[in-house]
């Protein structure tokens, strides 16, 4: 069974990688009719502009923004609510605009692969393929959602052992559910939690 997704990714001052990436998420070779939609958090650089080039040429591509406001540590949860609101389609993915274009078949893969009786699935890029990690609730999926989401001042990019220690790269979640798992995005996580939810996360992927 095929599916119908509404993709949606937040930037801000990504130009580069927009322009770089994005083509190639907008021409996956699937089956079923799919939508790109990309919420601008108000950036400061030629965002805008590329987008709107873009839209020209895909027109599977939506685009909505996040108005400026004071900065908010909340600001990402809002543009994904701003997102799951646009979206057209019962299945939606969270994915961040990558550093390299995705392969073309990305899409299809992921839609072969992924349960749709589970609510909610985390994604893995890796040397192999497509991982997929499925959750029996989006509840069940808070610790990894809450370790990997949470308020950071500074972005660390890790590169080894996404598995083994939740560094998903796509969630893929019902959009009437989309709403539940934005509660624990951007989370305040102190030290002696986040030791604990590393260890939690750690040994449930290690089998």
Known sequence: MTHRFSIIITVYDQADY?????????SQDYG????????DESSND??????????????????TFLPKTPISKTRKKFAYYLGVKAAKYEWVIFINIGKKPLESDVLSSVAGAF????????GYFGKKGIRLQSFASV?????????????????????????????YDFIITKKEK???????????IYW????????????TNLF
């Open 18 to 26: 927009i322009e770089a990436c994005l083509p190639a998420l907008l």
């Open 178 to 188: 989309a709403y539940d798992l934005l509660q624990y995005f951007e989370q305040t």
């Open 115 to 122: 349960d749709s009786s589970s609510p909610l699935t985390l």
């Open 46 to 63: 030629e965002t805008q502009d590329v987008l709107k080039q873009l839209k020209d040429n895909y027109p599977r591509l939506y685009t």
């Open 32 to 39: 079923e009719d799919y939508e790109v939609i990309v919420v």
């Open 139 to 167: 509840d069940e999926a808070r610790t990894h959602i809450g370790k990997a989401e949470r308020f950071l001042r500074r972005v660390h990019d890790h590169k080894r052992l996404h598995y083994r220690f939740g560094r």
């Open 192 to 203: 002696p939690k986040l030791m604990l939810m590393r260890t939690k996360i750690f040994f």
